[in-house]
């Protein structure tokens, strides 16, 4: 093992195009690459590690490049990137998503360098969007006439024995007694996320502004959950118990399988099937199948509208970032609100309402480099003062 004499050693994987590319828009075939390389040099894991805690802190917004060299990073990641895609399909957001790992791969090339702070200067414009940030909320697992509240994201773990393991970031782990015969209730606020495994063994990851409500332990011949929001779910197979996710338009029938359900008040209620079969059931209505890649979103008037998707563009946002293909920026936005406990003003007349958005966006705990990259994918630049933010018009 070799001595580290030089705590800098990270920096060449920042340096790194594969790198990059793997940080930005993760794939299976990138993840065995990494893993490979970790089974080949584990005495490099450290420095990986530690390049990744470096990748989520960097602001690259603040730094000031040279045009020269921005260009020319872009071309060496987009060589890169047309060599990757050229052995799969190829997807018209990769080349754009580029520009973004580009301005990142600068930031990190120049991080060791004393950079001036932007001199943009916000510009006259028709319309634009101020986004401001919110109290931070709690995350509350309700059980009985016992409330317990998490500042950090949690893991909860039901183990059918009338208790529930709470894992928590940065706070110790803890055991919550319940009771057999309750619904308990678990409130995601704006700018967190959780993930809890139900008494059956059934996974649900809860997004931002979720709430879902389940019982202690599944009895008779049906499995119920309620949800508010949006989730991504895995349902442990059981023959002899029908599975339903509730929403307030519609019911959820599940036939073994992975889906994402998305039913947030201030936006179109939909449903994505990645793996298995569901059918869509509302009332007085014929149930609507669903098939792999299929999403259905729910009309005003209680019908459903299906369409061909990619279903892993749905799911993204588990895995710690978001896909975007020709979404309005508006729609985008409401995305970035949610994870970062956000609120952004969208005024009727403002002029952004006709733009889109194409490419991915790492969620970062770095809320200026979420910005710069959306600002890369959709034509437009963004000024942050405090804690306003000031979208407009490239």
Request: proline share 2%.
């Amino acid at each position: 093992m070799r001595l580290k004499t030089d705590n800098n050693y990270f920096l060449r994987f920042l340096k790194d195009e594969k790198f990059i590319e793997w940080k930005l828009f993760p794939t299976d075939e990138l993840n065995r690459y990494w893993e490979e390389y970790l089974q080949r040099h584990p005495d490099e894991k450290a420095d990986i590690l530690l390049a990744e805690k470096h990748f989520q802190s960097i602001n690259i917004s603040s730094l000031k490049m040279p045009q020269e060299k921005k260009k020319e990073a872009i071309q060496r990641l987009e060589q890169s990137l047309g060599a990757y895609n050229r052995k799969r399909s190829i997807r018209r957001f990769a080349y754009i998503a580029a520009a973004c790992a580009a301005a990142l791969i600068l930031s990190i090339l120049y991080i060791q360098k004393e950079m001036s702070q932007s001199g943009d200067e916000l510009v006259a414009s028709p319309g634009y969007i101020v986004g401001s940030e919110l109290e931070s909320e709690d995350i509350l697992f309700i059980t009985g006439n016992r409330t317990t509240s998490f500042q950090n994201n949690v893991d909860i773990h039901l183990d059918g024995n009338k208790t529930a393991q709470i894992r928590s970031e940065n706070e110790e782990d803890e055991e919550i007694s319940i009771e057999q015969h309750t619904m308990n209730k678990l409130v995601v606020p704006y700018g967190k996320r959780s993930k809890i495994v139900l008494s059956d063994g059934t996974q649900v990851w809860l997004n931002s502004g979720s709430s879902l409500e389940f019982p202690s332990a599944f009895s008779g011949e049906r499995r119920e959950v309620f949800l508010t929001g949006e989730m991504y779910i895995e349902v442990a197979s059981d023959k002899n118990k029908s599975f339903y996710v509730h929403t307030s338009g519609y019911d959820v029938k599940v036939y073994g399988t992975k889906f994402n359900v998305s039913s947030y008040a201030e936006s179109a209620s939909s449903v994505v099937l990645v793996e298995g079969s569901i059918g869509l059931q509302t009332t007085n209505r014929e149930e609507i199948l669903l098939s792999p890649d299929e999403q259905a979103t729910f009309n005003n008037d209680g019908t459903f509208e299906k369409r061909k998707v990619d279903a892993r563009s749905f799911v993204s946002w588990k895995e710690g970032y978001l896909i975007f293909e020709d979404t309005p920026i508006t729609e985008a936005l409401k995305q970035i609100e949610r994870y970062y406990n956000f609120s952004f003003n969208y005024g009727e007349d403002v002029s952004l309402h006709g733009l889109t958005c194409t490419g991915k966006i790492i969620l970062s705990d770095n809320l200026d480099n979420v910005m710069t990259a959306l600002t890369l994918i959709s034509a437009t630049k963004y000024k942050r003062e405090d804690k306003l933010i000031y979208i407009y018009k490239e």
